[in-house]
């Protein structure tokens, strides 16, 4: 049984970071981001990941709306990001 809204398997932010690392240079689990829908702030492993489909799907644990995408045949990927009203990324300091 789950609670899930979509009544699919989710898993938490900190699933899509192995996909997401392909992409970002920086742990973007630790980001935090603005939802575009609600104006939820949070950081990117309190969302919810749906990685069953044919691309992966990051989703607002507030409002349910979709935060990012990402989809990635051979040859490229593809990221929407239209659900985030931005992303915060700390500065990295090298000791
Ligand atoms: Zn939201």
Request: proline fraction near 3%; aromatic fraction near 6%; hydrophobic fraction near 35%.
């Amino acid at each position: 049984m789950t609670d899930d809204p979509h009544g699919e398997t989710h898993l938490d932010g900190n699933a899509a970071a192995g996909t997401l690392a392909e992409l970002f240079t920086f742990d973007v689990t630790v980001a935090v981001g603005r939802c575009a829908g609600c104006g939820r702030v949070s950081t990117v492993a309190d969302t919810r990941s749906y990685l069953d489909g044919p691309g992966m799907v990051v989703r607002c644990t507030g409002c349910d709306s979709v935060l990012l995408r990402v989809v990635s045949s051979p040859e490229r990927t593809w990221l929407d990001l239209r659900g985030l009203a931005y992303l915060e990324v700390d500065h990295v300091t090298e000791g």
